[in-house]
């Protein structure tokens, strides 16, 4: 079994800052791309940014610029949301994604997508 578990939301005033952390736990074989997504009041959730395992991100053209997205450097089941200059279009919640593979053994393994169960960020004066 896998498990996501998200920490770092919070209420920010406008032009603030806030970092993201999700960490995946548990039988796995290996990470591929890991994600952000949010999902506002009355609105669909959407990608925010994601890395894939050779660290490459995309971002939702709203954020480019002011987030990033990133792993840690010693434990790749780790990914962090930095997210500068925040206005009150990002009060959302917040939910990390993975996707991988869980097992022991090559020839044994499964691939799995996982959600985190989110956490809220509000940008308020």
């Known amino acids: 079994q896998v498990q996501l578990v998200e920490s770092g939301g919070g209420l920010v005033q406008p032009g603030g800052s806030l970092r993201l952390s999700c960490a995946a736990s548990g039988n796995i074989f290996s990470m591929n791309n890991m994600g952000w997504y949010r999902q506002g009041p009355g609105a669909a959730r959407e990608l925010v940014a994601i890395?894939?395992?050779?660290?490459?991100?995309?971002y939702a053209d709203s954020v480019k610029g002011r987030f990033t997205i990133s792993r840690g450097n010693a434990d790749k089941n780790l990914v962090y949301l930095q997210m500068n200059s925040l206005n009150s279009e990002d009060t959302a919640v917040y939910y990390c994604?993975?996707?991988?593979?869980?097992?022991?053994?090559?020839?044994?393994?499964?691939?799995?997508?996982?959600w985190g169960q989110g956490t809220q960020v509000t940008v308020s004066s």
């Open positions: 994604n993975a996707e991988g593979y869980v097992g022991s053994y090559y020839y044994t393994r499964r691939p799995f997508r996982l």
């Open positions: 890395i894939t395992s050779e660290n490459s991100t995309n």
